[in-house]
């Protein structure tokens, strides 16, 4: 049988890889995208897309009982069998529909990519060549190396849960983490944290992540730093999992230590591709140590936060480099991220944490709790922290109710480099919201 042969091979289909094959589908190239797990990818089948549209209803929840003796007299209680039906009935058909879209313009191939060369892989036993191959198969979960890591469960699996547990363990305090958490309190669960370090949140900074982990604790959620999980086992009852900080007894056991580059079935010694822990290396190209393969997405190894919109501008770099003569290197613009907690937490720009002792920045931490906005949502968590340099706004970072609409609104004037008297001349924002308070502030 003759192989095949392609303009590009895709490995992945998640939000990089999905929108590089729209883009390639209008310049007409012989595509193929390989997908060995659910089409579409993680974010939108069992990361953010499911989990935002869960908030609707915790947040719901969780605003409810802040309003309690304040005009609302009976919190809201959430019903997880119904909140995880309508869940199943947006997203099951995603991945589906997903590969139906991609088929329309290129050839797909449903199982595992392992190269047998830099130009050559080979997936259910046949084998296809690309004149360039994209990895973008993103990451999955880390396992706990300690005994009875198997009794553990991941955040997809959570987003799935049928019936929720009295007694949950949540191993980690990253965001991933502590979103689980959020949701599964809110329905009702009693819920431990374990964790490894003194802190949580680590990327956002030390006040604000206490600041949400106070609320939490405040709404029931224990708390248990510089806990090392040590192994956990399985009774009749229940499951012990046993740290170096004591024993806890929990019905369910969700491992959130962290994500791994999904690289280990490619074989890509194989093909001289160079990797690390934190995934694929490439130049400021995107380029891998082999001419003609590339890597964008949560499968790089570098230090821009792995996320969904990241993802997404490497793709678009790519395609203009590959297709357009797009000569220069990759320039990230300003990064916008939050956690999706209750109160929210986001950030963008220079950290206030990194740069609070140099004389060369302006730190400025505002409380918005007083304001008419905040005030009627008994939200005093809200506060904005903003980081100026010779009058320029340079960073920012939020907590509260709606931090990451925060952070977002002030993102485009870090990246444009917009100084507030700039702003001011020539926008007038609604009143009395967000954006007419954080006007005043700059």
Same mark, same amino acid.
């Given at each position: 049988?003759?192989?095949?042969?392609?303009?590009?091979?895709?490995?992945?289909?998640?939000?990089?890889?999905?929108?590089?094959? $729209?883009?390639?589908?209008?310049?007409?190239?012989?595509?193929?995208?390989?997908?060995?797990?659910?089409?579409?990818?993680?974010?939108?089948?069992?990361?953010?897309?499911?989990?935002?549209?869960?908030? =609707?209803?915790?947040?719901?929840?969780?605003?409810?009982?802040?309003?309690?003796?304040? =005009?609302?007299?009976?919190?809201?209680?959430?019903?997880?069998?119904?909140?995880?039906?309508?869940?199943?009935?947006?997203?099951?058909?995603? %991945?589906?529909?997903?590969?139906?879209?991609?088929?329309?313009?290129?050839?797909?191939?449903?199982?595992?990519?392992?190269?047998?060369?830099?130009?050559?892989?080979?997936?259910?036993?046949?084998?296809?060549?690309?004149?360039?191959?994209?990895?973008?198969?993103?990451?999955?979960?880390?396992?706990?190396?300690?005994?009875?890591?198997?009794?553990?469960?991941?955040?997809?699996?959570?987003?799935?849960?049928?019936?929720?547990?009295?007694?949950?363990?949540?191993?980690?305090?990253?965001?991933?983490?502590?979103? #689980?958490?959020?949701?599964? =309190?809110?329905?009702?669960?009693?819920?431990? #944290?374990?964790?490894?370090?003194?802190?949580?949140?680590?990327?956002?900074?030390?006040?604000?992540? !206490?600041?949400?982990?106070?609320?939490?604790?405040?709404?029931?959620?224990?708390?248990?730093? $510089?806990? $090392?999980?040590?192994? /956990?086992?399985?009774?009749?009852?229940?499951?012990?999992?046993?740290?170096?900080? =004591?024993?806890?007894?929990?019905?369910?056991?969700?491992?959130?230590?962290?994500?791994?580059?999904?690289?280990?079935?490619?074989?890509?010694?194989?093909?001289?591709?160079?990797?690390?822990?934190?995934?694929?290396?490439?130049?400021?190209?995107?380029?891998?140590?082999?001419?003609?393969?590339?890597?964008?997405?949560?499968?790089?190894?570098?230090?821009?936060?792995?996320?969904?919109?990241?993802?997404?501008?490497?793709?678009?770099?790519?395609?203009?480099?590959?297709?357009?003569?797009?000569?220069?290197?990759?320039?990230? %613009?300003?990064?916008?991220?939050?956690?999706?907690?209750?109160?929210?937490?986001?950030?963008?720009?220079? !950290?206030?944490?990194?740069?609070?002792?140099?004389?060369?920045?302006?730190?400025?931490?505002?409380?918005?709790?007083?304001?008419?906005?905040?005030?009627?949502?008994?939200?005093?968590?809200?506060?904005?922290?903003?980081?100026?340099?010779?009058?320029?706004?340079?960073?920012?970072?939020?907590?509260?109710?709606?931090?990451?609409?925060?952070?977002?609104?002030?993102?485009?004037?870090?990246?444009?480099? /917009?100084?507030?008297?700039?702003?001011?001349?020539?926008?007038?924002?609604?009143?009395?919201?967000?954006?007419?308070?954080?006007?005043?502030?700059?």
């Amino acid at each position: 049988m003759t192989m095949q042969k392609y303009d590009y091979i895709l490995i992945g289909s998640g939000p990089a890889a999905y929108k590089l094959s $729209n883009l390639l589908a209008k310049k007409k190239r012989r595509v193929l995208v390989v997908e060995g797990g659910a089409f579409g990818g993680t974010c939108p089948n069992f990361g953010c897309e499911p989990k935002i549209f869960l908030e =609707g209803a915790v947040r719901t929840v969780l605003q409810s009982q802040q309003l309690v003796g304040r =005009g609302v007299s009976q919190p809201a209680q959430l019903d997880w069998a119904q909140l995880m039906q309508t869940k199943l009935q947006r997203f099951d058909p995603w %991945p589906a529909e997903t590969k139906a879209i991609i088929a329309k313009s290129h050839d797909v191939e449903a199982g595992y990519a392992k190269f047998v060369d830099q130009h050559t892989i080979t997936v259910n036993g046949h084998q296809y060549t690309g004149d360039r191959i994209v990895i973008a198969t993103g990451q999955h979960p880390h396992h706990l190396a300690v005994p009875g890591t198997e009794l553990t469960h991941t955040s997809t699996d959570v987003l799935s849960l049928k019936s929720l547990p009295k007694r949950v363990a949540i191993v980690g305090a990253g965001y991933v983490a502590m979103e #689980m958490a959020t949701l599964l =309190g809110a329905a009702g669960a009693q819920v431990t #944290m374990l964790v490894r370090s003194d802190r949580a949140l680590r990327g956002f900074t030390k006040a604000d992540a !206490a600041t949400v982990v106070k609320a939490m604790e405040a709404r029931g959620i224990d708390f248990r730093f $510089n806990t $090392n999980v040590q192994a /956990i086992q399985q009774d009749a009852d229940a499951f012990l999992v046993k740290t170096d900080n =004591g024993d806890l007894a929990s019905d369910y056991v969700v491992d959130a230590s962290g994500r791994v580059p999904n690289i280990e079935r490619l074989q890509l010694d194989q093909a001289g591709i160079d990797y690390d822990r934190h995934g694929i290396k490439v130049n400021d190209h995107l380029q891998t140590s082999q001419p003609g393969v590339y890597a964008v997405g949560d499968v790089v190894s570098r230090v821009e936060p792995k996320l969904t919109p990241v993802a997404e501008f490497e793709a678009d770099y790519l395609f203009k480099q590959l297709e357009g003569g797009l000569t220069a290197a990759i320039q990230y %613009p300003t990064i916008a991220t939050a956690a999706f907690t209750f109160p929210e937490v986001a950030l963008a720009g220079v !950290a206030p944490d990194d740069v609070k002792d140099d004389p060369a920045y302006q730190v400025k931490r505002v409380s918005l709790a007083g304001s008419s906005l905040y005030a009627g949502k008994n939200d005093q968590s809200a506060s904005l922290t903003l980081v100026f340099k010779s009058g320029q706004l340079v960073g920012v970072s939020a907590v509260g109710d709606d931090a990451a609409t925060e952070v977002n609104s002030l993102t485009p004037m870090i990246g444009l480099s /917009i100084k507030g008297d700039d702003f001011r001349r020539h926008v007038i924002n609604a009143y009395p919201v967000i954006g007419d308070m954080i006007a005043s502030l700059l």
